[in-house]
């Protein structure tokens, strides 16, 4: 089955960095798009960044010019490095894939359509 696997996440402080990293498995990784989302406490879950098969990348406004993400076809893996990390990013980081899952609500985001997500991996940016 489909699984997506978080990790890198921590505490910065703010002008920091951070690489978070997602493991997939289960599916042709390399067939679908892949996204970046996070929820901060009280607060809707938003879409950060999205990478299509054919390597084109689209952003969030509040993440332009300070996040990058990217993917690796041959290890099934995707990334987003943080760079000059700000307190409003602090959230739940979930890594997501742009395949329908059957009795689940997708997602729309940035120029896809995501239906599996991992369990997360948190980031806390300190001021």
């Known amino acids: 089955q489909v699984q997506l696997v978080e990790s890198g996440g921590g505490s910065v402080q703010s002008g920091g960095s951070l690489r978070l990293s997602c493991a997939a498995s289960?599916?042709?990784?390399?067939?679908?798009?892949m996204g970046w989302f996070r929820q901060a406490p009280g607060k809707e879950r938003e879409g950060v960044a999205t990478?299509?098969?054919?390597?084109?990348?689209t952003y969030a406004d509040s993440v332009k010019g300070r996040f990058t993400i990217s993917r690796d076809n041959a290890k099934n893996t995707l990334s987003l490095e943080i760079y000059s990390a700000k307190p409003d990013d602090t959230a739940m980081y979930y890594c997501?894939?742009?395949?329908?899952?059957?009795?689940?609500?997708?997602?729309?985001?940035?120029?896809?359509?995501?239906?599996?997500w991992g369990q997360g991996t948190q980031v806390t940016v300190s001021s």
């Open positions: 997501a894939a742009a395949k329908i899952q059957p009795g689940v609500a997708s997602a729309y985001m940035l120029g896809c359509v995501f239906g599996y």
């Open positions: 289960g599916y042709t990784y390399s067939a679908y798009c």
């Open positions: 990478i299509k098969t054919d390597g084109s990348t």
